[in-house]
């Protein structure tokens, strides 16, 4: 195909061409089995299905202007008042709004590290500084890491929980502590879009009702298998989503989007079904890899943490050898999503294939 051969004289902002990129995990095509992006295994239920193909035909209208239908379905089971609810195409086009409406030049977002690679790219495009705090030795968020990274141009912190892609989580007592100890002005993000597979009660919308600083970040990618739709949400002091539902474009939520989403979360036994699928896979995959010397930290999410370190690429290599793609780290780890049993076998041969048998111990393997 044609290229142009001159590039525009046109210059992108500063923090734009600086900005890291997108990555795709590496031999997506060649693979039988992709467990590098935490989709759901399961496909969306009939139910779901046939909502978004009778609404088709009405595709050439516009949606409500804020996703009225999907914030009452939302509202009322969530118990909270739609002034509080924004609904947008992906939990992530929402925080990047958040982003926009309250941080930008000359402000810093504190941020785990290793955490979601979208934090530092969405952070960096709002034109503030992303400030990466290292998790702690058992891969889970350092609060006091955190509140030590806080400085006068901090405007707010976001925190991953369950965090991707360790799949650790942090007790609502920590993350308390990390609400009540930040100056009153800095927002709180809590990413939750691993909620419904967290191991442990995790509910910040509690802490929204309780705390106006607090924001809530939700998604129907996940446990509600819609990935591909684009459908999240967001729950926040009526003040916030109102500045929120300003910063971003209108019609953020497509009309198949707001029909499949909300045929998604009336259908609880199919959410359910997926949770369970993906709770059986994490603990075969955990407890298969460490009779095979691996310890993995207990995942609340749809994935397993292989801490590798350095032999990361080597493993992901030799996975899609074993034609399942996942994602490495680099010098850190292997996140695995879960939910196929075949992907998961692939996997473990591949770590077989490496010769990690179960007798070395896992010092070595992460060395
Ligand atoms: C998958 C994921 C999301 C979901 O993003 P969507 O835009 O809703 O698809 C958000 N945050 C984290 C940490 C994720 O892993």
Not at 77 to 94: D, N
Request: proline share 6%.
């Amino acid at each position: 195909m044609h290229v142009p051969a001159a590039g525009p004289t046109a210059r992108p902002r500063r923090v734009v061409s600086d900005l890291p990129r997108y990555s795709r995990a590496a031999g997506l095509n060649e693979v039988r089995w992709r467990a590098s992006s935490n989709e759901s295994t399961v496909p969306p239920s009939p139910r779901v299905q046939q909502a978004i193909v009778e609404t088709a035909a009405q595709a050439h209208l516009y949606p409500s202007l804020q996703g009225d239908l999907l914030v009452a379905d939302l509202s009322a089971r969530l118990q909270v008042a739609p002034e509080q609810i924004v609904v947008g195409g992906g939990s992530l086009a929402l925080l990047q709004h958040t982003l926009a409406a309250y941080t930008g030049a000359e402000t810093e977002v504190v941020h785990a590290w290793r955490s979601y690679e979208a934090y530092p790219i969405l952070i960096g495009v709002v034109g503030a500084t992303p400030v990466p705090v290292a998790l702690d030795a058992t891969h889970t968020h350092d609060v006091d890491a955190m509140l030590a990274a806080i400085t006068w141009s901090t405007q707010a912190i976001i925190v991953c929980n369950p965090n991707n892609p360790t799949g650790t989580e942090l007790p609502r007592s920590e993350i308390e502590r990390l609400i009540t100890s930040v100056p009153a002005n800095v927002l709180v993000l809590l990413d939750e879009a691993y909620q419904e597979f967290a191991t442990t009660d995790i509910d910040g919308l509690s802490l929204v009702r309780q705390y106006p600083n607090v924001v809530v970040f939700r998604t129907f990618s996940k446990a509600y298998g819609l990935a591909g739709l684009r459908a999240g949400y967001m729950i926040a002091h009526p003040e916030v989503a109102d500045n929120v539902r300003a910063a971003a474009p209108p019609f953020g939520l497509s009309l198949l989007a707001e029909a499949g989403a909300r045929a998604a979360w009336a259908d609880t036994t199919h959410t359910k079904h997926i949770v369970d699928v993906v709770c059986d896979g994490r603990e075969y995959l955990r407890r298969e890899a460490a009779k095979r010397g691996l310890d993995t930290p207990v995942s609340g999410a749809n994935f397993v943490w292989l801490p590798v370190g350095s032999r990361a690429t080597e493993l992901q290599k030799a996975c899609v050898a074993h034609r399942v793609s996942v994602r490495a780290f680099d010098g850190e780890g292997v996140r695995v999503t879960v939910g196929d049993r075949d992907a998961e076998d692939a996997v473990l041969a591949a770590i077989d294939s490496l010769q990690w048998a179960a007798t070395s111990d896992t010092r070595s393997l992460a060395d």
